[in-house]
């Protein structure tokens, strides 16, 4: 998901990265990359795990349905908030021992919450989870732009990340669905330990450390401003989705125009406009605004968000239309995002090879439209669609696009960035995905609840029995479909930042990177 690179004919000069000194490629980078998989295999995986497991952990905790939701909320807050502050420690801390302590601590979080005995404590658990993620995000990123110095190298590097990224969520809903049916829900929490240690003790032998150069004073009231403006944006997202009921009993989103939610709206644009401007002023920014600025860099975000805001949205209501529509048990449901899953890894090499040779334009839009397709394909679906010939057709097209879009756009994401840098805007990439995440549930999930409630009123005035069990699919496949139809427009948004704003060809793409001095 992030790539440096140092062109100057694709940057502006503003962003001109500063000179740097280039290194023979690393023995260990290979062994280097399987440590970076693995983490970010981690994290992918616990951003959806849980969701199929939240049920049942909230049955044996005795969590009220209205508060079941924090065991996402709370490790999204502290991820999304958090990650700015996690890039730039990063960076100064040291990549490698960064991620060493994420990982130890992405463990003892996991493992307090796999022994919550409360709501509190699984709550607490997964905000803990989200700070340690936080750190190892962009640390994990900005080891590979440090690492792989070489175009094509790097190019396959970033296509195995890309994949592991796009195609994590769906293992995640599979695994979740067989730990949570098999085992125990807590478990789904537990199977990180394992994972988290023994990667943790390969990469103390491994990694190479590698850290900031220059000066290393942190901005503490631009990550102060930043984390809790992001910690208030993404809670305004989340309010804003919540589920009530209208007076007929019907149900509908919080929304946009609840008080809560424009307050916390106003409260976080002042905070962030306040991070802004604190930025352009003090010498040693948290985020140094020559870092967004630049149109490759600004567009790969821009495009990260949107696609971001469509693709979890589509992951949530697929989801939704398994299990309630179409009766699928939590495994099958996890099965049946599995072709989603393969056709992404094995189209991700393929895109690695073009990459050097096309450039990433013609990439990102031919992957785009390939997305736009995919989504619209599912407005197809039915309350009685045969997954073979309705669904799947849709979930390979929207994989194959998004393994076109996930690589070439993590490779213009750090176009010209020095090795100061690297942790940092690695950062915002995790946090432009992030937020637009967070920002496409609440979205389409008020699109689609309003859908859902219009359709529900639709039937009742036909006559129909709105309890039915044939009323109520149709309602919600309604619903569904308007997020559908969405989330493509989400993605032709993307569409229109990599025509208008991605310029680097393939010969922006350098043979030596951004090598932070260990």
């Known amino acids: 998901m992030t790539e440096p690179v140092s062109v100057a004919k694709a940057t502006s000069p503003v962003t001109a990265a500063p000179p740097l000194e280039t290194s023979a490629p690393d023995p260990r980078r290979w062994r280097i990359l399987a440590v970076i998989a693995v983490t970010q295999l981690m994290l992918v995986l616990d951003a959806s795990i849980m969701n199929i497991a939240l049920p049942s952990a ?9 508060d079941v939701q924090w065991g996402v909320t709370a490790y999204t807050l502290a991820f999304g908030g958090l990650l700015l502050l996690g890039g730039r420690v990063a960076d100064y801390l040291g990549r490698k021992r960064a991620m060493l302590i994420g990982l130890i601590g992405f463990a003892v979080a996991s493992a307090l919450g796999g022994a919550a005995q409360n709501a509190g404590m699984l709550f607490g658990a997964r905000a803990l989870q989200g700070v340690f993620g936080a750190l ?3 640390a ?5 732009t440090v690492t792989f110095t070489e175009a094509r190298e790097r190019a396959k590097a970033f296509g195995v990340f890309g994949a592991i990224s796009g195609g994590g969520a769906a293992i995640g809903l599979l695994a979740g669905g067989a730990l949570t049916e098999y085992l125990d829900w807590r478990w789904c929490l537990y199977v990180n330990l394992p994972i988290a240690l023994v990667t943790a003790v390969v990469g103390i032998r491994v990694l190479r450390e590698s850290r ?3 000066d290393r004073h942190f901005d503490i009231p631009g990550a102060l401003l930043s984390s809790v403006g992001l910690v208030v944006l993404v809670y305004a997202f989340t309010e804003a989705a919540k589920q009530t009921t209208n007076a007929a009993g019907l149900p509908q989103a919080v929304g946009w125009t609840d008080p809560l939610v424009v307050t916390l709206l106003a409260v976080a644009a002042a905070l962030l406009v306040g991070f802004v401007l604190l930025e352009r002023r003090v010498a040693n920014p948290l985020l140094p605004l020559r870092i967004v600025l630049d149109r490759n860099r600004g567009g790969s975000y821009l495009i990260f968000l949107l696609v971001g805001a469509g693709l979890f949205s589509m992951f949530l209501f697929m989801t939704f239309y398994f299990q309630y529509v179409l009766g699928y048990e939590p495994m099958k449901a996890g099965f049946a995002f599995l072709p989603f899953s393969v ?8 895109v690695a090879q073009l990459l050097p040779r096309v450039g990433p334009k013609p990439l990102l839009v031919v992957g785009l439209t390939a997305g736009i397709v995919g989504m619209l394909l599912l407005t197809r679906t039915q309350p009685d ?17 998004m393994s076109m879009v996930f690589i070439p756009a993590s490779s213009t994401a750090l176009v010209g960035v020095g090795g100061h840098d690297a942790g940092i805007a690695s950062a915002v990439l995790n946090t432009s995905q992030q937020v637009g995440g967070s920002l496409g549930l609440a979205l389409l ?18 006559g129909q029995d709105a309890g039915s069990p044939a009323a109520i699919a149709t309602a919600n496949v309604a619903g569904y479909h308007v997020a559908y139809f969405a989330g493509a427009g989400l993605l032709a948004l993307g569409l229109v930042a990599a025509v208008t704003l991605i310029q680097a060809r393939r010969s922006d793409l350098p043979t030596e990177g951004a090598v932070a001095a260990a």
Do not use: C, H, M, Q
Not at 58 to 66: K, T
Not at 140 to 144: G, T
Not at 388 to 400: E, G, R
Not at 445 to 462: H, M
């Open 212 to 214: 900031a150069t220059g």
């Open 58 to 66: 909230g049955a044996d905790l005795r969590i009220a349905d209205a």
């Open 385 to 401: 669609s045969n997954y073979w010939t309705t669904v799947l057709p849709a979930l390979v097209v929207l994989s194959v696009g």
């Open 136 to 138: 190892l995000a962009p």
């Open 445 to 462: 999930n008020t699109f689609a609840l309003t859908a859902t409630t219009d359709k529900f009123a639709e039937l009742i005035a036909s």
């Open 343 to 350: 056709s992404l890894i094995l189209v991700a090499g393929l």
């Open 140 to 144: 994990a990123l900005a080891l590979i």
